[in-house]
């Protein structure tokens, strides 16, 4: 998920542009994006609460994109000190905005799964601690233009910039690709159903003279990050203490868990200590691999569908090329598996890694974090859980892939975003400085960005 809360600013020329079909969005990228750990270091501050994105595209340095932590979710017990996580992403982008620019230069702050878990109390107050810095920024910017966005729209910001990168945007709505991400926090399924889509889960989206009806859904709390916690709270709390031995399928051979001290129940949190036990890891892919099933399948008996996939949400059966991204990426790319026959291949990787030794892990990966290791064997099994139990992926369909990029456009649901918003305003006939985009994800990447319709703009877009 991705991911973690993001802020966006856009800035536009004074120059009236027509929209259509053939209209182009080209970016081109002159360096690699480079991977990012999937699991926060920090137990206290997992990576579903404590990253915040920056892009910017265009202007004389090209695009670049900077990744900071702690995110706006992490300030949940001190809403007022939010706004000044923004200063060193505001810093990075007027080093980027030539000074003249900045009062034409739009910042648009939309924040994601993270900041939608806190009460609606605690966001505003979140918000509202942003938009007194944004205020003050030197860009141009508006109270409203500060928000959370909902995870249907992250899910479409992402269909969009999937489906523009793979050259179908605008075209033949059958030949569009699916989307679905594995966040920290969410799982966003995005994608054309011919199926009857209920209203609260139908988007439509328009794209010059195209029009696409989308099933859109954002599954909150069933992030990867979120849903290794749940693991946890769960298996302990269904478990007897009489041994105070609790047996963890999804730690490999060897994994020497802290003492973990609590009274549990599915829904809370760790609390002080009242009763203590010790997790042994086992290393079983297949009982992990159940015990996710398990996660994703609760609450299904409450299901008011003909079909419910993943607990009681509603799911159209899943049609066409779909990519899975964030998570699904980061995962495949780390046991080094085919794009395209991920799922089998993960089936055999996930295996070996979890009932392989601890410390021959440690000895195999020395560069890597312990705790962000430990993750990878529950993160195979989630997935397969996730793909091909729940929704039903055979294990050697080709028709799904995992990618972070396309074409070197970087699949991150900020860009989705820019086209959106850029393309919505031309057709509203508004005139647009294209002049820098800027956003914000959690790792210094660069690349050089065009902007095109039917001549060259530069564009700069501030995503937060």
């Known amino acids: 998920m991705r991911r973690s809360?993001?802020?966006?600013?856009?800035?536009?020329d004074n120059e009236k542009m027509k929209l259509d079909n053939s209209m182009k969005?080209?970016?081109?990228?002159?360096?690699?994006?480079?991977?990012?750990?999937?699991?926060?270091?920090?137990q206290k501050q997992q990576s579903y609460l404590t990253k915040s994105n920056v892009f910017v595209i265009g202007g004389?340095?090209?695009?670049?994109?900077?990744?900071?932590?702690p995110g706006l979710s992490a300030f949940a017990e001190d809403p007022n000190g939010a706004g000044a996580s923004l200063l060193e992403l505001l810093e990075f982008a007027k080093k980027r905005i030539p000074k003249e620019n900045w009062g034409k230069t739009e910042v648009r702050l939309m924040a994601t799964a993270g900041l939608r878990m806190l009460d609606l109390s605690v966001q505003e107050r979140v918000l509202e601690s942003c938009r007194k810095v944004l205020r003050t920024s030197g860009f141009a910017f508006q109270n409203d233009w500060a928000s959370v966005i909902s995870g249907s729209d992250e899910g479409v910001h992402a269909w969009v910039v999937a489906n523009y990168a793979l050259g179908t945007l605008g075209g033949d709505t059958h030949e569009t690709t699916g989307i679905i991400e594995l966040g920290g926090a969410s799982v966003q399924v995005t994608f054309f159903s011919s199926e009857p889509i209920p209203p609260e889960f139908s988007r439509i989206v328009k794209f010059g003279n195209a029009s696409y009806r989308l099933y859109s859904h954002s599954l909150l709390e069933l992030g990867q990050v979120k849903s290794f916690t749940f693991f946890f709270l769960y298996s302990i709390s269904t478990e007897s203490f009489d041994s105070k031995v609790l047996l963890d399928p999804?730690?490999?051979?060897?994994?020497?868990?802290?003492?973990?001290?609590?009274?549990?129940?599915?829904?809370?949190?760790?609390?002080?200590?009242?009763?203590?036990?010790?997790?042994?890891?086992?290393?079983?892919?297949?009982?992990c691999r159940s015990a996710s099933l398990t996660l994703l399948q609760?609450?299904?008996?409450?299901?008011?569908?003909?079909?419910?996939?993943?607990?009681?949400?509603?799911?159209?059966?899943?049609?066409?090329?779909f990519l899975a991204t964030e998570n699904f990426f980061h995962t495949s790319k780390f046991f080094g598996l085919s794009s395209k026959t991920f799922l089998s291949e993960l089936m055999v990787a996930g295996k070996q890694f979890c009932e392989e030794d601890w410390s021959k892990l440690r000895s195999k990966y020395p560069s890597f974090n312990a705790?962000?290791?430990?993750?990878?064997?529950?993160?195979?099994?989630?997935?397969v859980a996730l793909l091909h139990d729940s929704l039903g992926i055979a294990l050697d369909d080709k028709r799904i892939g995992y990618a972070n990029q396309v074409n070197n456009i970087p699949l991150d649901w900020a860009l989705g975003a820019f086209i959106l918003q850029i393309t919505s305003e031309l057709d509203a006939g508004r005139s647009h400085p294209l002049k820098f985009i800027i956003t914000m994800d959690s790792s210094l990447m660069k690349w050089n960005h065009e902007f095109v319709l039917d001549q060259r703009y530069e564009g700069a877009y501030l995503l937060m």
Do not use: W
């Not at 430990?374 to 099994?381: I, K, M, N, V, W």
């Open 250 to 287: 999804c730690s490999p051979k060897g994994y020497k868990h802290d003492l973990i001290t609590g009274s549990i129940t599915p829904n809370s949190l760790i609390k002080k200590s009242e009763q203590l036990s010790i997790l042994h890891a086992s290393g079983n892919f297949s009982e």
């Open 5 to 12: 809360n993001a802020r966006v600013a856009s800035a536009v």
């Open 298 to 321: 609760k609450g299904k008996e409450e299901c008011a569908y003909e079909q419910c996939y993943i607990g009681s949400t509603f799911i159209p059966k899943l049609q066409g090329k």
């Open 371 to 383: 705790e962000d290791l430990h993750h990878y064997c529950f993160s195979s099994a989630y997935i």
């Open 60 to 69: 004389e340095n090209g695009l670049g994109s900077m990744r900071v932590s």
């Open 25 to 42: 969005l080209k970016f081109r990228s002159n360096q690699s994006l480079r991977s990012t750990n999937l699991f926060s270091r920090n």
